[in-house]
Nanobody, 126 residues
Framework: VQLQASGGGLVQDGGSLRLSCTAS????????MGWFRQAPGKEREFVAA????????RYADSVKGRFSVSRDNAKNTVYLQMNSLNPEDTAVYYC????????????????????WGQGTQVTVSS
């Protein structure tokens, strides 16, 4: 499976961006895609995740109410709409992919994902 992430960029405090991640290759009819981010000097942390069938969506507490994840199953693409961005959101954002549906509680775990995209930089200026 190959993942192509895009949509990052530079935005001012309070602005918005939409990231996308498209999966190609040996994808099954059931998969889960997640967004993680890594700021300089910090561990990669969970942001949001969604199952292909929409039965479960998870968000990190730090982004609830500001970020939303959606999907276009026909395109094998997941989007991350990010609103009310602040400098603490500055990071490289990575999408992860796994065929199948991990249990809901593990959707936020890096170890649940088998494939990763190349990352896209999001910079929020104050």
């Amino acid at each position: 499976v190959q993942l192509q992430a895009s949509g990052g960029g530079l935005v001012q405090d309070g602005g918005s961006l939409r990231l996308s991640c498209t999966a190609s290759g040996r994808t099954s009819s059931q998969y889960t895609m997640g967004w993680f981010r890594q700021a300089p000097g910090k561990e990669r942390e969970f942001v949001a995740a969604v199952r292909r069938n929409g039965s479960s969506t998870r968000y990190a507490d730090s982004v609830k109410g500001r970020f939303s994840v959606s999907r276009d199953n026909a395109k094998n693409t997941v989007y991350l709409q990010m609103n009310s961005l602040n400098p603490e959101d500055t990071a490289v954002y990575y999408c992860g992919f796994v065929n199948g549906y991990p249990i809901t509680s593990s959707m936020s775990s890096r170890q649940s994902y088998e494939y990763w995209g190349q990352g896209t930089q999001v910079t929020v200026s104050s």
